[in-house]
């Protein structure tokens, strides 16, 4: 597939990038030669091969969720200037 200088200076536009006009010819190559590509890994015969997520077989080493810390939002609420029901109170902004 082949994108033209014009499809490209359009879709610039259209997408508000600020191309140079000598710049369009090599996006215009570079994006036939990118769609090229995948027209070419479209033809590939995928049938019966499984997806992976990783190209590595791996297994991540989980932990235990554990609390560590202790719960000091007390503390922290008393010094605050506004509270309500343990949330913080802030003015408002927008209308």
Known sequence: MSISKS??????????????PHEAERYSIDLSNILTLVE???KIDTEGIQPMAHPQDIQLRLRDDE?????????????????????????????
């Open 40 to 42: 070419q890994m479209n």
């Open 7 to 20: 499809d490209v200076e359009r879709v610039a536009r259209l997408a508000r990038i600020g191309i140079e």
């Open 67 to 95: 609390v560590k810390e202790v719960n000091k939002r007390d503390q922290f609420q008393a010094i605050a200037p506004a509270v309500k029901q343990g949330l913080y109170l802030v003015p408002k902004v927008l209308d």
